[in-house]
Nanobody
Framework: QVQLVESGGGLVQAGGSLRLSCAASGTIFSINAMGWYRQAPGKQRELVATITAGGNTDYADSVKGRFTISRDNAKNTVYLQMNSLKPEDTAVYYC????????????WGQGTQVTVSS
């Protein structure tokens, strides 16, 4: 079994920064794509950023230039550096990893709350 544990959420003023982390543990041979999603109250979950095993990244238009996704393959960890935060970034942030273990499947973290005050 594989578990994803997220950390780093919290309350921050507009214009501030936060760094989210998501560590995968369990039977892991390798991890393909890793990503961050978010879900605001009353809205559908949306993609924020993804990073491939080779380090190629992709971002939602709403966060380009403000957020940076990165990964540490030795630690099976993905990060999301969030700068210039806006109130509309308020949401529960979830990490998602495509893990190669006994089987290949996607796993979700439990979510971490990010609240940006105006």
């Amino acid at each position: 079994q594989v578990q994803l544990v997220e950390s780093g959420g919290g309350l921050v003023q507009a214009g501030g920064s936060l760094r989210l982390s998501c560590a995968a543990s369990g039977t892991i041979f390798s991890i393909n794509a890793m990503g961050w999603y978010r879900q605001a109250p009353g809205k559908q979950r949306e993609l924020v950023a993804t990073i491939t095993a080779g380090g190629n990244t992709d971002y939602a238009d709403s966060v380009k230039g403000r957020f940076t996704i990165s990964r540490d393959n030795a630690k099976n960890t993905v990060y999301l550096q969030m700068n210039s935060l806006k109130p509309e970034d308020t949401a529960v942030y979830y990490c998602n990893c495509n893990v190669v273990g006994r089987v290949v499947r996607n796993y979700w973290g439990q979510g971490t709350q990010v609240t940006v005050s105006s």
